[in-house]
T-cell receptor, first 113, second 112 residues
Framework: EAGVTQFPSHSVIEKGQTVTLRCDPISGHDNLYWYRRVMGKEIKFLLHFVKESKQDESGMPNNRFLAERTGGTYSTLKVQPAELEDSGVYFC???????????FGPGTRLTVL | GEDVEQSLFLSVREGDSSVINCTYTDSSSTYLYWYKQEPGAGLQLLTYIFSNMDMKQDQRLTVLLNKKDKHLSLRIADTQTGDSAIYFCAAPPWGATNKLIFGTGTLLAVQP
C-alpha cells in the first residue's frame, strides 16, 4: 500500500511568487492534515480536512495560504504571494479516522528567496 | 495552550541505551506518539502508546508514560548508528483529537 506522497520534494521561489504544494493521502483515508516546520522550530498544525470539507483551519497563518481538497482525494496548499518567512518544510499527513494514527508524507521543502 | 518540550540533543555510543524524554502540559486521553525523521527524509511513525498504559515495548523500543508528571520517554536499547535521527514527541491537545502538538525534536547522534 502506497504511503502519503507529496510533490514537489523541493521548491525554490522568489518572494512574491506563487507556489502550490500537492499531497496525496493514503487511499481510503478521509482525514488529511497539513503541518509545517519553519526555521528549525516545532512542527505546527495548519489545517484538517475530512473528505473535501475543512474541519479545522485554526493553524493557517494568514490569508496568503489557501488549501483545497476537491473531490476529497488529493489536496493542494497554495501560497500566494510567498514571503521569506514561509520558508520551511510542509508536511502532509492522513488518517483513517479522526483521532487515529496520522501517517506523514516526506514533506516539501520550500525556500523563498 | 498545549506545550510539548524535549531536550534538543543527545549523544550516545553505539551499543549503549538511549533515553529521549518529553514533557507535555496537557493532552487528550488518546494516543501519544514518537516520530523519527532521518536526514533528508519525512516523518516516520516509530511507536505510540495509549494514554491508559504505563509502558509499551516493541523490540528495541520501550515507551514509558507517567501521566501524573505528564512525562513520556523513549528508550532505545543497543543503539545503532542507523538510529541517528531527530525524534519527535507528539500529543493531541486537550479537547481535540484532530491535530498533534509536536516537541522541538531531539537530535540523537550515535558515535561508533
Amino acid at each position: 500500500e502506497a504511503g502519503v506522497t507529496q510533490f514537489p520534494s523541493h521548491s525554490v521561489i522568489e518572494k512574491g511568487q506563487t507556489v502550490t504544494l500537492r499531497c496525496d493521502p493514503i487511499s481510503g483515508h478521509d482525514n488529511l492534515y497539513w503541518y509545517r516546520r519553519v526555521m528549525g522550530k516545532e512542527i505546527k498544525f495548519l489545517l484538517h480536512f475530512v473528505k473535501e470539507s475543512k474541519q479545522d483551519e485554526s493553524g493557517m497563518p494568514n490569508n496568503r495560504f489557501l488549501a483545497e481538497r476537491t473531490g476529497g482525494t488529493y489536496s493542494t496548499l497554495k501560497v500566494q504571494p510567498a514571503e521569506l518567512e514561509d520558508s520551511g518544510v510542509y508536511f502532509c499527513a492522513s488518517s483513517q479516522d479522526e483521532g487515529h494514527t496520522q501517517y506523514f508524507g516526506p514533506g516539501t521543502r520550500l525556500t523563498v528567496l | 495552550g498545549e506545550d510539548v518540550e524535549q531536550s534538543l540533543f543527545l549523544s550516545v555510543r553505539e551499543g549503549d541505551s538511549s533515553v529521549i524524554n518529553c514533557t507535555y502540559t496537557d493532552s487528550s486521553s488518546t494516543y501519544l506518539y514518537w516520530y523519527k525523521q532521518e536526514p533528508g527524509a519525512g516523518l516516520q511513525l516509530l511507536t505510540y502508546i495509549f494514554s491508559n498504559m504505563d509502558m509499551k515495548q516493541d523490540q528495541r523500543l520501550t515507551v514509558l508514560l507517567n501521566k501524573k508528571d505528564k512525562h513520556l520517554s523513549l528508550r532505545i536499547a543497543d543503539t545503532q548508528t542507523g538510529d541517528s535521527a531527530i525524534y519527535f514527541c507528539a500529543a493531541p491537545p486537550w479537547g481535540a483529537t484532530n491535530k498533534l502538538i509536536f516537541g522541538t525534536g531531539t537530535l540523537l547522534a550515535v558515535q561508533p
